[in-house]
């Protein structure tokens, strides 16, 4: 095999070449901008009039006398950014062109009071009502700077023909290079003059900080272009940087980081003070390692400068003044302006641990997770644990706040959001991360800021271990602390109370009463509430997503996981009394329960069923209770005996004795309720039904001495896969300790499984392994901590991942060792080679691999075949891109949450609906089956032999009258379907529902049987299915016929 190292050089080569630009399209950009350019220098003089904004104006609040002048073509016009180093990374393909406005358009105190933002918005009007005329320009937008509504860019796409230039423009910023004195910007000085607080003077950092960024761009720009000239594999450092933060989409943004600052970031630790850090015998990739490392650290928040060593540095005085008004600090070349003045401190938090996170994969990978670094969407969806939408339009509490003072409107409110929010979760949250992209995607300059912040604000929780966020008590100060204590009942209002606790501390405290089942909906009703408060906002207007799918497992307005507390009771009840037996001639060394209930992973665990109890009758009778009942499996061990015969099929009758000796043991000691039949032996404890195995171990080694045998090789023993399901059941019950929203995820994940009708083709197995790996080998994300964030990147692993050159290796132990890796890629390979002939009988198509099983053989080893595993990615990737839009926007029109487990029937060749009040748990139905748009075949009548539900309260019969009407492991569906298989064995491939839907999907097995087209023959066929389920099929409709295949 290759060296991970080598790989990971190929690979990153093969991505450079992917990311530049075609010498063709540089060479149409160059003759774009040339034109442009000459067009705007021969821009006549003429007067500039405040008309042409005068919405921008009014918002402003600046009048339009103090703003007229003569506008004259800019003293000089460059390209900037990544165009002029050579580092544009495809395809976000644009030019940043600086037009230097002339000293003569300015007085020379129109730095106050927004003079200066207004006289730039009126010069680029002038040049943006001149080039609309252009030949040249095909479109012209207005967008904002880094997202500062009071400057103005210009977005122009040229008329340019080239296949990558499709979406390519020019952006038009304007600079203000000498126009004033730099001291009159400094960060302590007040320059909007109604920022004041009566006769006090408020500084105005961030208002003086966006004009000092004006007047040194063009240095800045030269700083960067004279760091980069000549050095290719810094260049190539940058496009990876930008790859890698353009997927990151949280930070990848105005408050945050952009290509501009990664370039300059790059260029301190290059060419300035940070010189030693970089090399020019540094590769492309230890340059971008080095750069995260450097990002991770917490220099920029302790204050940097651009300055060479030789020069004069801030005292420390002033540095520290600079880090009183931001939280980072990086001085320009110039020395004057802080170029991370827009970067917040949550922002800042967020980018030094993504930056860490990706340092410790490197280090951690020794070469590997090229796909996870720079390929893998990290977007605001999947990333957070939690996401909140808030609409804000018309709300009273924002449109209070001045459009622009010191700060702009928008950043004001996100820092108040991110106050109350942090202040209401405490230590609930790691990290609470709030953005509001705020400009309108069609901004009129006429119309001013009128429609700013309609868009929701997005904010992202980072949550923190389960015993933090699913508290239901926080205890606030103590009652003596007399103004910590108004405070805190200021801030909670209603929901503050004083309470004494266990330790005698007389504290105020709030508290989030509710049933265990619930705690994940506790931060929901922190953040809910204190937004609603602080903010006066309706609910309907607060969106926070953590419990929107969870009617997908309910039952009756409940998640029945809640009962999980009895049936772990009834197992214990169970185990020690099986361990207690004596009249056994083997003791009973271990008991092991096996069912997926048992690991909190069963979409719907069984709740007590009120008429197995030993002693009667539950307590409380409802008025009708199921006649069906699901048995759990557990598995015993026996005592070591040399007696145990040799005969593989002797061993399983001699095991059916024990387990009859069982039965009438427990029967005899405790009147334990037990059914037996030659395939199965169930006890009934205290609501549940348990069916016992026994595990032999010398049946483990007779089937390895029987390798050669084609009967063995075609069947798996019992004991085989009870050590499999032994093994599984172990390791994902210690996953489960350590992950507590593995299971409910693993339940979502399930649920949209059957819901789809892929219950023939996945073991519910094969998908607590691939739920597993999104929490074992979580990178580039962290692992998640609800619910929703872990089903999406499930549906976006099964979609995304390339099942055939790749093995999916769980490592549930976290001991692999290279060698491990070594010899599942050896199975692997091998596995893939001897299915070269054909590809669409791949075996082994989703290639597991874990600690028990590395060579996939336990729940892969033949379904899904290439075509199933196909069609369920399709599904995955489309459930993924509706879940992600569901997040970020919410239901909108015909896309709800409901959606992502509806499944369109008309993908099939033939359905078939069943009665649904004969199903064996018709409650557990989401969505009867929709109308099939197909040739309706037969009608069927339902029978009258089944019912699956039994009146039990008030009822005449006797009490075991009623009881013997319950079945045990009975499913009507499961029958059906194999009578289905026996009666037309490879005519067509069964698509169904294991968790209780109605409509079972056919599709005609081409590769089997002779084709057929004739469709008398096919609605032949399908009369057949309908008479096979009779009485339980309501309906069969033909939708398509085989194809034939020449």
């Known amino acids: 095999m290759v060296p991970e190292t080598e790989s990971m050089d190929f690979k990153v080569g093969e991505l450079l070449k992917d990311l530049q630009l075609d010498p063709s399209a540089s060479n149409a950009i160059d003759r774009a901008l040339s034109s442009i350019i000459d067009y705007i220098n021969n821009i006549p003089v003429q007067e500039a009039r405040a008309e042409y904004a005068a919405g921008f104006l009014r918002d402003l609040r600046v009048p339009s006398d103090k703003v007229n002048f003569i506008f004259k073509s800019p003293e000089a016009i460059r390209i900037a950014g990544s165009y002029s180093i050579g580092c544009v990374a495809k395809p976000d393909v644009n030019v940043d062109l600086l037009i230097r406005m002339p000293k003569e358009c300015f007085h020379e105190k129109d730095y106050l009071n927004y003079r200066y933002h207004a006289k730039r918005c009126i010069y680029l009007c002038v040049v943006e009502k001149s080039l609309k005329s252009s030949p040249l320009v095909r479109k012209i937008e207005w967008r904002t700077f880094r997202n500062e509504a009071r400057k103005p860019v210009i977005h122009l796409y040229p008329v340019i023909k080239h296949a990558e230039l499709s979406e390519f423009f020019i952006r038009i910023i304007p600079t203000a290079s000498s126009v004033f004195d730099g001291s009159r910007l400094s960060i302590s000085r007040n320059n909007v003059r109604a920022f004041n607080q009566s006769d006090t003077s408020r500084a105005t950092p961030y208002y003086n900080s966006s004009i000092l960024e004006d007047m040194f761009m063009e240095e800045n720009a030269d700083f960067v272009k004279n760091t980069f000239n000549g050095w290719n594999s810094l260049g190539d450092a940058l496009l990876l940087l930008k790859v890698w ?9 105005h408050d945050c980081l952009n290509g501009y600052l990664i370039s300059i970031i790059l260029s301190y630790l290059a060419g300035g003070p940070g010189g030693n850090h970089i090399n020019k015998s540094m590769k492309a990739m230890l340059i971008f390692r080095v750069t995260l490392k450097f990002i991770s650290s917490n220099l920029l928040a302790k204050g940097l400068s651009l300055r060479p060593l030789t020069q004069s540095k801030p005292s420390n005085e002033e540095m520290m003044n600079w880090l009183k008004a931001f939280p980072t600090v990086l001085y320009d070349a110039t020395g004057h302006a802080n170029l991370l003045f827009c970067l917040t401190k949550t922002a800042f938090a967020e980018l ?42 018309g709300n009273s509490i924002v449109n209070s706040f001045d459009f622009c003072l010191d700060d702009e409107r928008w950043g004001l409110v996100e820092k108040h959001v991110q106050s109350v929010l942090q202040q209401g979760l405490s230590d609930r949250a790691k990290l609470i991360r709030v953005i509001w992209g705020s400009a309108p995607s069609n901004w009129s300059i006429k119309e001013g800021f009128e429609n700013f912040g309609k868009e929701p604000m997005l904010v992202g929780f980072l949550l923190n271990s389960e015993e933090k966020c699913f508290r239901v008590v926080d205890i606030g100060p103590h009652a003596e602390n007399k103004e910590e204590a ?14 004494r606790f266990k330790d005698g501390t007389i504290a105020e ?29 309706p609910k309907e207007d607060i969106l926070y997503v953590v419990d929107q799918l969870d009617f997908s497992l309910h039952l009756g307005g409940k998640d029945p996981i809640s009962s999980s507390t009895s049936l772990l009771e009834a197992f214990e009840t169970l185990s020690k009394r099986l361990r207690l037996l004596e009249d056994v001639p083997l003791r009973i060394s271990s008991v092991q329960p096996l069912d997926a209930a048992f690991r909190q992973s069963a979409v719907f665990p069984p709740e007590p069923h009120p008429l197995i109890y030993e002693k009667g009758i539950a307590k409380t009778l409802p008025k009708f209770t199921t006649t069906c009942i699901k048995p759990l499996t557990v598995m015993i061990q026996l ?24 039965c009438e043991s427990l029967q005899a000691r405790w009147g334990m309720l037990c059914s037996a039949t030659e395939s199965e032996v169930n006890v009934l404890v205290e609501g549940y039904a348990f069916s016992l ?26 004991d085989e896969e009870l050590f499999l399901r032994s093994q599984h059941s172990s390791m994902i019950n210690g996953l489960n300790g350590r992950y507590p929203a593995y299971g409910s995820v693993v339940r979502l994940a399930k649920r949209w499984v059957s819901s789809h009708l892929f219950s023939s083709f996945v073991e519910e197995e094969a998908i607590e392994l691939i739920v597993a790996y999104l929490f ?46 070594w010899e599942i890629n050896e199975n692997f390979l091998s596995c893939r080679k001897s299915s070269e002939e054909n590809m669409q009988n791949l075996e082994r198509a989703m290639f597991l691999a874990t600690t028990y099983d590395k060579t996939s ?134 698509w169904y529902d294991s968790l209780g839907g109605d409509a079972i999907g056919l599709t005609w097995d081409l590769k089997r049987r002779k084709r057929e087209n004739d469709e008398h023959e096919i609605i032949k066929k399908l009369k057949g299915v309908g008479e096979v389920g009779k009485g339980f099929v309501k309906s069969v409709y033909f939708l398509k016929a085989p194809k034939l295949q020449v």
């Not at 796909?371 to 339009?393: G, H």
């Not at 499930?794 to 050159?805: A, E, G, I, K, V």
């Not at 037969?938 to 008030?954: C, H, L, M, T, Y």
Request: glycine share 4%.
């Open 245 to 253: 933060a353009r997927n990151r989409t949280s930070i990848y943004t």
């Open 776 to 821: 074992l080998r979580p990178f580039p994300f962290h692992a998640p901590l609800s619910r929703i964030t872990g089903f999406l990147r499930f549906l976006r692993l099964t979609s995304n991942y390339d099942w055939t050159f790749s093995p999916l290796i769980i490592d549930l132990n976290e001991d692999f060792i290279p060698q491990d890796e």
């Open 693 to 718: 195995k026994i595990l032999h171990e010398r049946s483990l080694h007779l089937l390895g001495n029987q390798a050669g045998n084609d009967i063995i090789k075609s069947k798996r023993y019992i």
């Open 509 to 537: 405290s709030t508290v989030w009463e509710c049933a265990p089942w619930q705690r994940h909906l506790i931060m929901k009703r922190i953040t809910e509430y204190v937004i609603s408060k602080h903010f006066i906002l």
């Open 352 to 393: 030094q641990d993504e930056a860490a996170w990706t340092v410790n994969c490197i280090d951690k990978c020794r070469g590997g997770e090229f796909e996870e670094i720079f390929m893998t969407k990290v977007d605001f969806a999947a990333k957070f644990d939690a996401c909140l939408r808030i609409n804000f339009k």
């Open 857 to 990: 053989k336990a729940w892969t080893k033949c379904l899904p075949n290439v075509e199933t595993l196909r069609r369920m990615a399709a599904y995955a990737r489309s459930s993924a891109d509706l879940l992600t839009k569901l997040i970020l926007q919410g239901q909108n029109g015909p896309c709800t949450w409901e959606c992502l487990f509806r499944t369109p029937m008309n993908n099939y060749d033939a359905v078939i609906v069943l009665h649904r009040d004969k199903l064996s748990y018709p409650q557990r139905l989401l969505f009867p089956a929709s109308t099939v748009h197909g040739k309706h075949v037969i009608q069927g009548r339902a029978s009258k032999d089944f019912n699956p539900f039994i009146e039990v309260g008030g009822a005449v019969q006797s009490f075991e009258d009623v009881r013997s009407k319950l079945l045990v492991n009975f499913d009507p569906t499961v029958f059906f379907l194999q009578d289905l298989k026996e009666e037309f064995p490879e005519t067509f491939k069964i």
């Open 639 to 662: 005592e070591g005996s040399g007696n145990w015969p040799s005969d593989a099929a002797v061993i399983e009758k001699t095991k059916v004795a024990f387990l009859l000796k069982i």
């Open 486 to 499: 108004a405070n805190f009942r200021k801030f909670w209002g209603e929901k503050a109370e004083l309470r």
